[in-house]
């Protein structure tokens, strides 16, 4: 069974720190494009970031240079480093995948796989 496990949301101040962390089973995950993408009250799904097999890295433009989107293949998770968070960041965080679709973040939102999602706040 193909299963995504978020965790490490939780809430911070504006300019602070997470690490987002995605536990992955049944599939084979070295081989897999995996992503970010958050929802956020009241709105649209919206992909963030997104790492290839070879470990090329996409992210928008919002979070590019802030964020970090990592993979460990041995241990099967993905990686979400925020940095320099901002309260526009706040949302529902969810790790994702899907072995057919386009490895680009504005893909994500539309991966056939997703977890459960982990819930980041940020206050001013």
């Known amino acids: 069974q193909v299963q995504l496990v978020e965790s490490g949301g939780g809430s911070v101040e504006t300019g602070g720190s997470l690490r987002l962390a995605c536990a992955a089973s049944?599939?084979?995950?070295?081989?897999?494009?995996l992503g970010w993408f958050r929802q956020a009250a009241g709105k649209e799904r919206e992909g963030v970031a997104s790492?290839?097999?070879?470990?090329?890295?996409y992210y928008i433009d919002s979070v590019r240079g802030r964020f970090t989107i990592s993979r460990d293949n041995n241990k099967k998770i993905l990686y979400l480093q925020m940095d320099s968070l901002k309260p526009e960041d706040a949302a529902t965080y969810y790790c994702?995948?899907?072995?057919?679709?386009?490895?680009?973040?504005?893909?994500?939102?539309?991966?056939?796989?997703r977890g459960q999602g982990t819930q980041v706040t940020v206050s001013s």
């Open positions: 994702a995948t899907d072995p057919y679709r386009t490895c680009a973040p504005e893909r994500v939102p539309q991966f056939d796989v």
């Open positions: 790492i290839t097999t070879s470990g090329a890295t």
């Open positions: 049944g599939f084979t995950f070295s081989a897999a494009c």
